[in-house]
């Protein structure tokens, strides 16, 4: 289900399914939540479609689709939730593709992979959805990346072509990163894309055996830009810092001799707090802590003999919060809040 935390009591407030009471959560596996510009929160779920939840009543107003209605939602897995610039909220799916609500109607406007339409989305099953500074909406999908053209309401497509070393590296986008400075980066599971908006093409980054400045490893899962514009990738073969410059990569790897590398080379995410410190979740090693100036790690690990250490090693999601509060969510230990003076959970 869904939980609300409050800061002050440190208690849950659960919300769960209950087949009586239409006005429940629509069901427990919860997958994506976004915010809209008056506070409302949408939750799309693994099943249940989309939920509107008003925190002023506590009730909840459910969307699901109907095979026999083709204004409403197009199928009931939803993997993303996205609200744009104008407030707007966007719907990716398992395999019904990209929906739009229309909020004042409940319809919902559907954009599915249409063979033979070299204008319709890509795929049904879309991974991320990133708005860029110019408002142009990204979709990544299993078959490639999408650009959306709101003015005809078709997608502009970049798919992997081996005949062109300047497309996409391959057609399965997991992630999505905007710099600084405008630049759109694009994860797939073979190398990194930079966008060149100008030529419309792509530079690949991809793991070399023989050039040991090349990307780490090929899966490309998260992302990181700090208060030098230096670009932080995450992979399952360890952390990379992109020398913009060279095109070359410094690569930081668990060495199990030196006890101050990074504790596992399977970065699951990526966070830079207010004060430029990188933190470093990873699958199997726990929460690392890089010190940019040693370019050393500090490790937090779960111990069984200690309660206040990090509740279980995968580490899949970190926030900070308005009052510099670090919180890490982990794969099967929970929600964890780091005392930063003292290093306990």
């Given amino acids: 289900g869904l939980n609300r935390f409050d800061a002050e009591t440190e208690t849950f407030t659960p919300f769960r399914h209950s087949a009586s009471d239409p006005n429940s959560l629509s069901d ?19 099943g249940g479609g989309l939920n509107r939840f ?25 993997r993303t939730v996205f609200v744009d610039s104008e407030d707007r909220v966007w719907l990716g ?39 860029d500074s110019k ?29 062109n070393r300047k497309s996409l590296s391959d057609d399965r986008v997991i992630s999505l990163f905007q710099d600084r400075e405008g630049v759109l980066w694009v994860g ?34 998260s992302f990181a830009a700090d208060r030098d514009l230096r670009l932080w990738v995450g992979t399952y073969g360890g952390l990379n810092l992109l020398d913009r410059a060279s095109g070359q990569f410094r690569h930081f790897r668990n060495d ?16 830079l707090d207010h004060q430029g410190t990188l933190w470093v979740g990873t699958m199997f090693g726990g929460l690392n802590r890089l010190d940019t100036a040693t370019e050393t790690f500090t490790h937090f690990r779960h111990d069984p003999a200690d309660p206040r250490s990090l509740s279980f090693d995968g580490v899949t999601t970190i926030f900070e919060d308005g009052q510099g509060a670090l919180w890490v969510g982990t794969y099967g230990g929970g929600l964890n809040r780091l005392d930063r003076s003292t290093g306990t959970f």
């Fill in 28 to 46: 427990d596996r919860v997958r994506a939540i976004a915010e809209d510009r008056d506070g409302i929160l949408w939750i799309g779920t693994d």
């Fill in 54 to 78: 008003d925190p002023d009543t506590g009730r909840f107003s459910q969307y699901r689709g109907d095979p026999g209605a083709p204004t409403s939602l197009s199928d009931d897995r939803i």
């Fill in 93 to 131: 799916t398992n395999s019904g593709g990209l929906n739009r609500l229309d909020r004042e109607s409940g319809n919902f406007v559907r954009f599915r992979h249409r063979p033979g339409d070299p204008r319709s989305l890509n795929s049904d099953l879309v991974y991320a959805i990133l708005e």
């Fill in 135 to 163: 408002g142009e909406l990204w979709i990544g999908t299993d078959k490639g990346l999408a650009a959306w053209q709101p003015a005809s309401e078709t997608f502009r497509r970049y798919r992997h072509d081996p005949a």
């Fill in 188 to 221: 797939t599971f073979a190398g990194l894309n930079k966008w060149n908006a100008v030529t419309g093409s792509f530079r690949h980054y991809r793991h070399d055996p023989a050039n040991p400045g090349s990307l780490s490893n090929n899966v490309v899962v």
């Fill in 256 to 271: 199990p001799a030196d006890p101050r590398s990074l504790n596992d080379d399977r970065v699951m995410s990526l966070f």
